[in-house]
């Protein structure tokens, strides 16, 4: 257990780039070097995370904890690469009002330009990987549609379902052989997310609020961080100002390990009496729906890959979350941050700068950061 955590601890604190770069990481440590893993083993994990929703990268270092130490690591892996983002965001989120007016205002109007950047960083390289087809491209631009003109919660969770419908029909793969037999399911941790889910539709108080929102929110993120986005915008944003749930948002991409530490930093806003209860429960919250279907679904993840109607139900999910991303990049990411010909000249310069991958994204953070202070000092 104590190898376990530190290995991903380490990693916690070095991992940079965002969720694909996360699997270069594990990849590099865990077959390569420490060869805790096959070749074989850990394609057949990362192909069970991204089906899944949840955070994929989280889910495939918590996959790799629980074959190396079993529930407990898998445990023990979260927390290890989850700690050093949970402190960063949650401190950020304590403690940035107290900067001086003039540059918490010059930093909040950076992040907000670098939020537009990175969102449509995600746009760009989600649709080009999940909408090849025709189809695909209209079913995210169908999505992105339906959600400017019903931007709620229940706007997303439809269109998500009538794209799994869609892929479920017409993007099934061919040639795929389904498997015999029955498959292997761990029922416990799969009841026990039916029996959170049924909690989100109960009368809640402040505590239970949190918890529904965050949990809602990591039950049904597909595509990785960017996309819990325009969820949690939806469920927690109107209890925040915009500025202060985009710079959190901003900030996520900045510090190592899994950007679904944002939960830390808008659960430690929204409960201020208690901030570092508030960072825990929602960062627990939004974690746990994927890690309950990880255990749950390990063992049946060879039977269930193999049914033609169940990827192709996936395919249509993928190409609804560009959607989901392309609605979010409108409203709330780019109506908030660029007001002028000055911000969109800027935001479409960062642009070009993260895709040449000549700097860093923590470079970006700080270089966008700057530019906000001086154009508030001008």
């Not at 049914?307 to 392309?326: D, M, Q, S, T, W």
Request: proline share 6%.
């Amino acid at each position: 257990m104590t190898e376990i955590f530190r290995q991903f601890l380490l990693l916690g604190l070095i991992s940079f780039g965002g969720p694909a770069a996360h699997v270069g990481y594990f990849h590099q440590r865990f077959v390569v070097q420490l060869q805790w893993l096959s070749e074989a083993d850990f394609a057949r994990l990362l192909a069970l995370t991204q089906f899944l929703p949840g955070p994929a990268s989280s889910q495939l270092g918590f996959a790799i904890g629980r074959v190396r130490g079993g529930v407990a690591g898998a445990f023990v892996a979260f927390v290890g690469f989850t700690l050093p983002s949970f402190l960063l965001m949650a401190l950020l989120a304590m403690y940035a009002a107290a900067l001086p007016e003039w540059l918490q205002g010059g930093v909040v109007t950076g992040l907000k330009w670098l939020a537009v950047v990175v969102v449509a960083d995600a746009v760009w390289n989600m649709g080009t990987r999940f909408c090849t087809a025709p189809l695909t491209r209209g079913l995210a631009l169908g999505v992105a549609l339906l959600l400017l003109l019903w931007p709620a919660l229940w706007g997303q969770v439809v269109a998500l379902l009538l794209a799994a419908a869609v892929g479920w029909h017409w993007l099934r793969p061919a040639n795929v052989e389904p498997l015999q037999g029955k498959p292997v399911w761990r029922w416990l941790p799969l009841g026990l997310l039916v029996l959170l889910a049924l909690l989100a539709v109960l009368p809640a108080g402040r505590l239970l609020g949190l918890w529904n929102d965050f949990f809602t929110a990591g039950a049904l993120v597909f595509g990785g961080g960017h996309v819990v986005l325009p969820l949690l915008q939806e469920l927690v944003g109107p209890q925040m100002s915009p500025d202060s749930f985009l710079t959190g948002y901003a900030a996520a991409q900045a510090v190592p390990g899994p950007m679904f530490s944002l939960a830390a930093y808008l659960g430690a806003v929204l409960l201020p009496a208690s901030p570092w209860w508030g960072a825990l429960l929602a960062t627990l919250a939004i974690f746990l729906p994927g890690f309950l279907l990880v255990l749950g679904m390990m063992e049946g993840w060879q039977w269930l890959s193999s049914r033609p109607a169940l990827a192709g139900a996936v395919a249509g999910i993928n190409a609804a979350v560009v959607g989901l991303l392309l609605a979010a990049l409108y409203q709330p990411v780019l109506v908030s941050a660029v007001h002028d010909g000055w911000d969109l000249l800027i935001v479409v310069a960062g642009f070009v700068v993260l895709r040449s991958k000549t700097v860093p994204l923590w470079g970006m953070v700080l270089g966008m950061a700057a530019l906000g202070v001086l154009a508030g000092l001008l």
